[in-house]
T-cell receptor, first 117, second 112 residues
Framework: EAGVTQFPSHSVIEKGQTVTLRCDPI?????LYWYRRVMGKEIKFLLH????????ESGMPNNRFLAERTGGTYSTLKVQPAELEDSGVYFC???????????????FGPGTRLTVL | DAKTTQPPSMDCAEGRAANLPCNHS???????VYWYRQIHSQGPQYIIH???NNETNEMASLIITEDRKSSTLILPHATLRDTAVYYC?????????????FGQGTRLTINP
């Protein structure tokens, strides 16, 4: 079974440009999460989708970040316009459903390393 | 903020058991203890989780104290590939409360 995949693995852009990150969750997983780690800091939660709906977007830093999950499959995270402080590693995770136990265990992708110059 | 306390770093000899402690003195009755690890720059990897009973899987064992205020992750025969940052996370297992709150973790170094 394929794990969570993310694209691209690395992205280098200039300040003010737009970048779109993509996450493909494990097939059949209803829940999709975005996290990020900025330099020297802890991994922080950004938002959580249940199928195509945003369940919790309390971690989104500002309105320059837009996440979508059309059709409840893959998700995109767009940063527009990018700022220097957006540099970091963006992780995506998915879990099967919201019932407790193993079904709500989150499995992470390899991350996208974003560098804003 | 993370609700757990872990030592910032630990060392262990290859082939020995690595015991990683975690304090979670404010844990609630409906909160699980999860362990993840991050090897170098990879994505966090799920290891194990438990509520109040000890748990074991192919990767590790989780020992939770009777009062649930602390736990220990045990890697029974550590290898060099177990060098990583290990995160102990307390998480409410309830619909709608799904996010993971990462702390600084413990940087475990396995020495040959």
């Amino acid at each position: 079974e394929a794990g969570v995949t993310q694209f691209p693995s690395h992205s280098v852009i200039e300040k003010g440009q737009t970048v779109t990150l993509r996450c493909d969750p494990i097939s059949g997983h209803d829940n999709l999460y975005w996290y990020r780690r900025v330099m020297g800091k802890e991994i922080k939660f950004l938002l959580h989708f249940v199928k195509e709906s945003k369940q919790d977007e309390s971690g989104m830093p500002n309105n320059r970040f837009l996440a979508e999950r059309t059709g409840g499959t893959y998700s995109t995270l767009k940063v527009q316009p990018a700022e220097l402080e957006d540099s970091g590693v963006y992780f995506c995770a998915s879990s099967q459903d919201q019932r407790t136990g193993f079904r709500d265990t989150q499995y992470f992708g390899p991350g996208t390393r974003l560098t804003v110059l | 903020d993370a609700k757990t306390t872990q030592p910032p770093s630990m060392d262990c000899a290859e082939g020995r058991a690595a015991n990683l402690p975690c304090n979670h003195s404010t844990i609630s009755g409906n909160e699980y203890v999860y362990w993840y690890r991050q090897i170098h720059s990879q994505g966090p990897q799920y290891i194990i989780h438990g509520l109040k009973n000890n748990e074991t899987n192919e990767m590790a064992s989780l020992i939770i104290t009777e009062d649930r205020k602390s736990s220990t992750l045990i890697l029974p025969h550590a290898t060099l590939r177990d060098t990583a940052v290990y995160y102990c996370i307390v998480r409410v297992a309830a619909q709608g409360a799904q996010k993971l709150v990462f702390g600084q973790g413990t940087r475990l170094t396995i020495n040959p």
